[in-house]
């Protein structure tokens, strides 16, 4: 099996998500977007938020993000990776993975022909420093340990904005000088994925939003984050967590 995980800070796994809870999340992530939809017809961005927060649910315009948190709880962070995801997740944290509920997410990205006005992609970022506080992350702490399982429920990489990557793996934390102007000369890589592949990050992998001009379609995306069992970072000690298991059924072929 490969371990690029380990060596380079990033997978991509074709088909690594299962299918029936790809299909079953993807129906209640799109039912929500449909509401956000037709709440936006009526009402600025914010005010959305604000009536999707007196609901429980915490959304950020700027990425039309939100929070998975209790929504779907008994679907969103059970039976989603498939085995051989599940041994990669566990080789890079050295042991059992739990899904940290409080940092899972639904994410919405559009092409620059129909942004809406609010809304940015994903600029430069390591997932180890700003999950802990994504509304204003803290610029003094170290990274954290921990694996995002990027998934998206539609294609994207192509017609639909993706990710871009960038080679190699530093493990230290860029300063924000670093991120506003990285390494032109480091490859990067902008790969082209299918609904319900699973692209797996380590904390420290350097990594934004790929969106050119071409693009013509929006892409929706779910993430999860992977801590330790035995050592789940401090930072996240009061977060509530469940049993990263192996999905029973195979995902896209
Ligand atoms: O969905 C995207 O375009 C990027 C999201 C991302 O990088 C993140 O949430 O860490």
């Not at 936006?40 to 929070?67: C, D, I, K, N």
Request: charged share 25%; proline share 8%; net charge negative.
């Amino acid at each position: 099996m490969s371990r690029t995980l380990v060596r380079d800070g990033c997978e991509l796994i074709a088909g690594g998500a299962s299918l029936g809870w790809l299909e079953a999340l993807s129906t209640g992530v799109h039912r929500l977007y449909e509401r956000i939809r037709l709440l936006s017809l009526r009402m600025t961005p914010w005010a959305v938020a604000q009536q999707l927060a007196l609901e429980g649910v915490l959304y950020l315009p700027t990425a039309e993000s939100f929070h998975l948190g209790a929504l779907y709880r008994d679907l969103w962070a059970r039976d989603a990776l498939n085995d051989v995801v599940v041994d990669v997740i566990e080789a890079e944290l050295g042991g059992s993975a739990d899904v940290d509920l409080h940092l899972g997410w639904a994410r919405r990205q559009y092409p620059e022909c129909c942004r809406p006005a609010v809304h940015a992609p994903h600029s430069w970022h390591q997932d180890g420093a700003c999950a802990a506080n994504v509304v204003a992350p803290e610029p003094t702490v170290g990274l954290v340990s921990m694996v995002t399982a990027w998934i998206p429920l539609t294609d994207c990489g192509e017609h639909a904005p993706g990710l871009e990557l960038s080679e190699g793996r530093r493990r230290e934390r860029y300063t924000p000088e670093q991120l506003s102007d990285p390494d032109p000369k480091v490859e990067r890589w902008r790969p082209v994925m299918r609904r319900g592949d699973v692209m797996l990050m380590s904390g420290d992998k350097l990594h934004r939003t790929h969106v050119v001009p071409t693009m013509l379609a929006a892409r929706t995306c779910v993430e999860l984050r992977l801590l330790s069992r035995d050592q789940p970072p401090a930072r996240f000690a009061d977060h509530a967590r469940v049993p990263l298991l192996r999905a029973c059924q195979p995902g896209i072929p």
